[in-house]
């Protein structure tokens, strides 16, 4: 792993493409991903983005944006005003390209000097998006966060089983994963298990039972299909990721699997079904 300490200039990405539905601006504390070896680095969809890369090796590197929160400070007023301007609210989604509880951050806190900032000086709406139980170590200033802004945690969690058969291990347990958004529920939080990408599912119906009686107050269901930013899930299929689910369920593969398992999530609890979902729109039966 290559680990590189960067200077940043700007850390406030105006949001384009799908994910200008959900917020006005996207974080992102590193370049690259500490998780990239793991499961959910086999098909994620920014190994396919040459900015990124710059022709390394995905999960091989990470760029730390050291001063990422001095910039946050300097340039959150101009970023908000911006957003007013447009009519939108001024919204981060942290992070869209990289997971901002990865190993380095226990070493670096780029994402906890992050929330600090925000705390002076907080969004309209945040989300937090990660794979990782790690998050709960900065569940304190989250909480706190919590009252000054519209905010949500997105704990990414595939499906039901903690892999797939000739995938790497996750990132993090499933079980862990679990636990850590029983206890942001617990304590008032509006939290959101993705399962984005969908895996196939072993018992759809336990399982988002489970969810929901745990507290867990929505899901979204991201097929790969549409999910990976292509119509057709072009990137994705390039990778080991379809032939791993379909030798657990053909079906799996299809984007009618995606609809068929959150009509089946509806029974329990709130779904959004991709970019919807991201942007907080959920509906149940
Ligand atoms: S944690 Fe997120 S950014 Fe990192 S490899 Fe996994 S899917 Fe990609």
Redesign the pocket.
């Known amino acids: 792993m290559i680990i590189k300490e960067i200077h940043c200039r700007s850390i406030l990405t105006r949001a384009g493409g799908y994910l200008a539905q959900v917020v006005s601006h996207s974080l992102n504390p590193y370049i690259g ?1 500490g ?2 070896r ?1 499961s ?2 086999v098909a ?1 969809y ?1 190994q396919f983005n040459p900015w990124i890369m710059q022709s390394r090796e995905w ?1 091989r590197f990470v760029d730390v944006k050291v001063n990422a929160d001095e910039v946050y400070r300097e340039t959150a007023s101009a970023e908000r005003a911006w957003a007013k301007k447009r009519g939108i609210p001024f919204s981060i989604f942290l992070s869209s ?3 901002p509880w ?1 190993p380095a951050e226990q070493k670096y806190h780029v994402t906890k000097k992050l929330l600090f900032a925000m705390i002076d000086d907080p969004p309209d709406v945040l989300i937090l998006q ?2 990782t139980d790690r998050i709960v170590d900065d569940a304190e200033y989250i909480l706190k966060l919590s009252r000054l802004c519209n905010l949500r945690i997105h704990i ?1 969690i595939e499906g039901d089983r903690d892999s797939l058969p000739g995938l790497p291990p996750p ?1 993090c347990s499933l079980d862990k994963r679990l636990q850590a958004l029983v206890l942001f529920s617990k304590q008032g939080i509006a939290t959101v298990a993705c399962l984005s990408p969908l895996y196939p599912l072993r018992n759809p119906d336990l399982f988002f039972q489970l969810l929901a009686s745990e507290g867990v107050g929505a899901v979204i269901l991201d097929h790969f299909i549409l999910g990976d930013g292509t119509e057709d899930g072009n990137r994705t299929l390039k990778t080991e990721l379809p032939k791993v689910m379909a030798e657990v369920n053909k079906e799996s593969i299809l984007l009618s699997y995606r609809d068929r398992m959150a009509n089946i999530a509806r029974n329990y609890l709130p779904v959004g079904v991709s970019s919807d979902g991201f942007a907080g729109k959920f509906t149940r039966n």
Do not use: I, L, N
């Open positions: 991903c998780f990239g793991s959910c680095g994620c920014v999960g390209s990289t997971d990865q990660t794979h990414s990132p």
